[in-house]
C-alpha cells in the first residue's frame, strides 16, 4: 500500500513538473511604456531639442519571445503628431496596430495615447520600431528582438552574446524643417551631417571622438550582431577590420549561412551576423565602419560612420585607457559608393532556410500577376509666377506606376471598415504602368506624374505576384520597398526591362530569401510573391523617406475571409482620430451700436460679426451651438461638401428642425478636399444678417498654397446693417406682399465706415507694412446685394473663388455676390506712401427694385515709420468703383475666373451627363390671400420661382428625415 501511494505521488509530482514546465514556456504579455518626449541632445558639438521615446535616443529596446503579446501605451508629449510602426511584425488580425498615419490610424495628438496591441505570430529575429509620420523616425526609432520560444534552439552555433547595432543619421537641424523646406521648394532636401551607430557618429567626424561606439569583446567567443538600417536615405556598406561576419538571419528570417567581409543593409532592413573573435588577444583594436552604397543623381550624406571593436586586456595585462589607446588600429577597405557589382552578388547569396523546421513557403501558383514601376518623376511648381527648385523649375516627385500617392487626412483602414471610402481613397490602382516606354533606356519628355489616393484590391488569400521595375526617369536608383503586413518571397531579380515571357524561367521558387523589404536594384527589376492572408490595408513604400516624401508608396486592401480568424478584428476604443476641432457658439442676444444707435441683435457668442472658424484640409470640425434667445435657430457651414453628413449642413426644414430656445446641436463634420476661404450662417429667416462669420480652411501641415507665402492672412467680410430689426422687416414683407426696406448701411467686418453720417470711429483699419503681400479672404455675407469693391491705388491679384484655387489674375475691381467668397493677394507697396487709402464696397444693381445705394469704406493704412508725422494729415486716397448696373465690368470680371486645373490640383469636369435639366429663375407674382390687401402688383404678393415653382418652406420635420423615412405625402416626387 504504501509503496503504492509513493509511485502515485511521484506521478503527480512528475505530472506537476511538467505542467509548471509548460506553463513556464508558454506565451506572455509584455507591457511598455513610451513617453514621447523632447530631450536635449548633443552631437557634433550641436545641442538641440528632439523628439525621443523616453528621452533616449536611439529608443529603447523591446525584447520578446515569438507567440508573446506585446502592449506598448504611447503617450504624446510633444507638439508633433506622433505614430509608431512595428516594422516586420505580421500583424494578423491587428492592422489598428500597424502605426502608418493616415493609414492604419490617425496619429497621437498632444496629449493624447493609444495602446498598440499585437501578438508575434511565427516570427523570430531582429526587428525595429520607428515613428511613422513624416520624418521623425530620424530620432524615434529602437530594436525589437524577437527570441525563439523557450528550449527552441537557433538554428545556429549558440552565441556568447547578442549586440544590436542600429544605423541612424544626425541632423544638426530638425528633420522637421529640412523635409519641410524641401516640398515647398520642390528641390531635394538638405543631407544629413553624420551617420551614427547606436545614435553616435564616432570619431572620423569632427568634435565627435567621444561619441563613439565601443563593442568590447573576448577572445575565442562568438557574438551575433543584429543589425538594423534605421537611417532615413541611405543603403550601407558595414564591414569590421580584420574580421570574417556570418550572415545567419535577414529580416527576421533565417537565412543559409555565407561568409562576407562586408554587408549591404537597405534602410528598413535588419540582418543578423555571427561574429567569432580571435583565439587570442591581437594586441590590436578595429575600426568597424559604415558608408552609403549611393546610385541614383541626387546628393547624398557621403561620409563614414565609425566604431571600435576592442579586446578585453588578459588578465595578466595592466589594465588602462593608456594602454589600449597605443594599440594599433585598423581600418576596414569598404567598397566604392556605387558598387552596384558588390551589391548585386551580396544580394545573391541570401536564400531562404529552407529547413523541415523552417520551410520556405513558397506560392506556387499565381492569381493575379502585378507589374509596377518605381522611380521619380515631377509635379509643377504650384507658387505662380515663382520658379520651384526641382528640375526645370518643377518639384521633385516619385511615384508607382506614375500615381504619386496622396496622403489622405482620415486612415485609409478606418474609412475601409466602417465603409466610408467615398472621398477617402480610390479601388482603381494601376495594376500596369498606364505608358510602356523603354524604362532603363532613354527617359521619356514628360516626366510628369499622375498625384492620388488610390489602393489595390486583393481577395483573401490571394496569391500574388508582383515585378517592381526601376525606370531611369530623372536617373536610375536603387530602391528599397517594404510591404507592411506580409512577408514576400524575392524569386528573381534582374537589370534592364524586365522580360515576362524569358525572366519567369530562372524564378527560385525552392529557397527564395524572404523578407519584408528589398532593393529594387538601380536600372533593374525584382519579383517577389506573397500570400493575401492578412485582412486589412497595408502601407507599401520606398524606405527611402525622401522618395516617400514625394510619393513613392501606395496601399494593398485585403478583404475579409469568410472564418473569424480570417477577418479584421474591430477598432480598439482608444484608436486615435484624426485632428477634430471643438468650438462652442452661444447664440445670445448682444447690445451693439452702429450709425449713432443701438440694439439689441441676435449674436454668436456675443460678437458681431461672429467667431472665426479655422481648421485644416481632413480637420473634423464639432460645433456646440446652445440656444439662449426666442428665435429659434440653425446654422449653415456655407460651401462645406458634407460628404456623408447631411444632417450638418443645417438649412432649417430641410436638414434639420431649428434649435429651439434652451436646447442645443452638435454641428459634426469633417473638412474632405476643400481649403481655402468659406463662410458660416444662420440658415433660418433673415438672422444671418448678425449670425455670420468667416471659416478659414488652411491646407494640410507641410502643403503650401499654389502662390507666394503671404506675411499675413486678414478676413474681410461684408455685410449689411438695418437700424430696425431684420425679422420684423422680412415679417412685414412676407405680409405686405411688398419688397422688404433696404439696409441702412454696408459694413466692412461689422463695421460701416467713415462715409457714413455717425460712423467714422465705426471703420475697420487695415494695418499693413510696406513691401508685404498679404492674403485678404474677401466674403459677402451681405443679405441682399452684390458688391463692387476696391482699394484706391493698389491692384489686387485673385487667386481662390469658393475655396477653390483659380488660375491668378490681376483687378483692382473685385465683384463678389451674396454667398461667394474670393481670397486676393495684396501686395504693398515698396516704401510707406505718406498716404492713406480707402477700401471701398458699393452695390451692383440690375434689377428694378430699390437698394441701398450707399458705400461702405475701410482704410488701408501703412505703418509709420519712426520719423512721419501725424498720420491723420496724410492725404486719403479713394478707388472709383464702377457705377451700380456696369453689367459690362461683371461680365468681364466673372469671365477672368478658371479653375487653377492643374495636376495637384485638378478641374475634375463631368465629360459624360447621365441628366440633363434646364432651370429658369426669376421672379413673379403670387395670390393675395383670402380677405386682404396686398400692396405688391394689382393686390398680389411679390413672388421668385425655379421652372415657375416657388419653394413652399416645410415647417414640420425635415426633408433629409421625410426621405430617410419615406414619409407619404412629405415629398412630392
Known sequence: MGSTLRVVFSLIAVCFLHGLAVAMAASITRHYKFDIKLQNMTRLCHTKSMVTVNGQFPGPRIVAREGDRLVIKVVNHVQNNISIHWHGVRQLQTGWADGPA?????????????????????????????????????????????????????????????????????????????????????????????????????????????????????????????????????????????????????????????????????????????????????????????????????????????????????????????????????????????????????????????????????????????????????NPCDQQNQTCQGPNGTKFAASVNNISFVMPTTALLQAHFFGQSNGVYDSDFPINPTHWFNYTGNPPNNTMVGNGTKVEVLPFNTSVELVMQDTSILGAESHPLHLHGFNFFVVGQGFGNFDPKKDPASFNLVDPIERNTVGVPSGGWVAIRFLADNPGVWFMHCHLEVHTSWGLKMAWLVLDGKLPNQKLLPPPADLPKCITRHYKFDIKLQNVTRLCQTKSIVTVNGQFPGPRIIAREGDTVLVKVVNHVQNNITLHWHGVRQLRSGWADGPAYITQCPIQTGQSYVYNFTITGQRGTLFWHAHISWLRATVYGPIVILPKQRIPYPFPQPHKEVPVIFGEWWKADTETIINQALQSGLGPNVSDAYTVNGLPGPLYNCSAKDTF????????????????????????????????????????????????????????????????????????????????????????????????????????????????????????????????????????????????????????????????????SQNQTCQGPNNTRLAAAINNVSFVQPNTGTSSGAFLQTIEGRIHH
Not at 186 to 208: E, F, Q, R, W
Not at 812 to 823: A, D, F
Not at 898 to 908: D, E, G, I, T, V
Open 102 to 378: 493616415y493609414i492604419t490610424q490617425c496619429p497621437i495628438q498632444t496629449g493624447q495615447s493609444y495602446v498598440y496591441n499585437f501578438t508575434i505570430v511565427g516570427q523570430r529575429g531582429t526587428l525595429f520600431w520607428h515613428a511613422h509620420i513624416s520624418w521623425l523616425r530620424s530620432t524615434v526609432h529602437g530594436p525589437l528582438i524577437i527570441l525563439p520560444k523557450h528550449n527552441i534552439p537557433y538554428p545556429f552555433a549558440k552565441p556568447y552574446k547578442e549586440v544590436p547595432i542600429i544605423f541612424g543619421e544626425w541632423f544638426n537641424v530638425d528633420p522637421e524643417a529640412v523635409i519641410s523646406q524641401a516640398l515647398q521648394t520642390g528641390a531635394g532636401p538638405n543631407v544629413s551631417d553624420a551617420y551614427t551607430i547606436n545614435g553616435l557618429p564616432g570619431p572620423l567626424y569632427n568634435c565627435s571622438a567621444k561619441d563613439t561606439f565601443k563593442l568590447k569583446v573576448k577572445p575565442a567567443k562568438t557574438y551575433l550582431l543584429r543589425f538594423i538600417n534605421a537611417a532615413l536615405n541611405d543603403e550601407l556598406f558595414f564591414s569590421i577590420a580584420n574580421h570574417t561576419l556570418t550572415v545567419v538571419e535577414a529580416d527576421a528570417i533565417y537565412v543559409k549561412p555565407f561568409e562576407t567581409e562586408t554587408l549591404l543593409i537597405t534602410p528598413g532592413q535588419t540582418t543578423n551576423v555571427l561574429l567569432k573573435t580571435k583565439p587570442h588577444f591581437p594586441n590590436a583594436t578595429f575600426f568597424m565602419t559604415a558608408r552609403p552604397y549611393a546610385t541614383g543623381q541626387g546628393t547624398f550624406d557621403n561620409s563614414t560612420v565609425a566604431g571600435i571593436l576592442e579586446y578585453e586586456l588578459p588578465f595578466n595585462s595592466i589594465r588602462t585607457t593608456a594602454s589600449v589607446t597605443k594599440l594599433p588600429l585598423f581600418k576596414p577597405s569598404l567598397p566604392p559608393l556605387n558598387d552596384t557589382s558588390f551589391a548585386t552578388n551580396f544580394t545573391k547569396k541570401l536564400r531562404s532556410l529552407a529547413s523541415s523546421q523552417f520551410p520556405a513557403n513558397v506560392p506556387q501558383k499565381v492569381d493575379k500577376r502585378f507589374f509596377f514601376t518605381v522611380g521619380l518623376g515631377t
Open 765 to 928: 483699419k487695415l494695418k499693413v507694412k510696406p513691401g508685404k503681400t498679404y492674403l485678404l479672404r474677401l466674403i459677402n455675407a451681405a443679405l441682399n446685394d452684390e458688391l463692387f469693391f476696391s482699394i484706391a491705388n493698389h491692384t489686387l491679384t485673385v487667386v481662390e473663388v469658393d475655396a477653390v484655387y483659380v488660375k491668378p489674375f490681376k483687378t483692382n475691381i473685385v465683384l463678389i455676390t451674396p454667398g461667394q467668397t474670393t481670397n486676393v493677394l495684396l501686395k504693398t507697396k515698396s516704401h510707406h506712401p505718406n498716404a492713406t487709402f480707402l477700401m471701398a464696397a458699393r452695390p451692383y444693381a440690375t434689377g428694378p427694385a430699390s437698394f441701398d445705394n450707399s458705400t461702405t469704406a475701410g482704410i488701408l493704412e501703412y505703418h509709420q515709420p519712426s520719423s512721419t508725422s501725424n498720420k491723420n494729415k496724410l492725404p486719403k486716397f479713394k478707388p472709383a468703383l464702377p457705377k451700380f448696373n456696369d453689367t459690362s465690368l461683371a461680365t468681364t470680371f466673372s469671365k477672368k475666373i478658371r479653375s487653377l486645373a492643374n495636376a495637384k490640383f485638378p478641374a475634375n469636369v463631368p465629360k459624360t451627363v447621365a441628366k440633363h435639366f434646364f432651370f429658369t429663375v426669376g421672379l413673379g407674382l403670387s395670390q393675395c
